[in-house]
């Protein structure tokens, strides 16, 4: 049930992982995953070219890790989140704490 309402069946679908992260994870992360509120349960990851996704322990509630391009994915902050949305979908949006994201991220997103 989670993996639809949420959308993350649709991204796992499109954005499997095809290039494993190789380093630090942002563990027990918050976020909103399109209508549900995941607080303390996801892990993230970014590099410049994707966002890493991982429902870590929980992945029994949402499914598979994503690794989702940049380019797929338009940015907005508001006020403390930052709000993406698919490019490719409206209905699909993750709203992520500000704080998750290096100074790089930010700027590559011209968040800043």
């Not at 949305?85 to 991220?105: E, M, Q, R, V």
């Amino acid at each position: 049930m989670f993996p639809q309402l949420s959308g993350w069946k649709r991204l796992s679908q499109e954005f499997p992982v095809t290039e494993p992260y190789r380093g630090e994870w942002q563990r027990w992360q918050s976020a909103k995953i399109g209508r549900i509120s995941c607080n303390s349960c996801l892990d993230i990851a970014m590099t410049p070219e994707y966002l890493y996704l991982s429902s870590g322990a929980f992945g029994f509630l949402f499914g598979p890790p994503l690794q989702i391009p940049w380019s797929a994915l338009e940015a907005t902050k508001h006020g403390s989140f930052v709000m993406l949305k698919h490019k490719g979908d409206s209905n699909i949006s993750l709203a992520l704490s500000a704080k998750s994201f290096t100074p790089s991220i930010k700027t590559q997103l011209l968040l800043d």
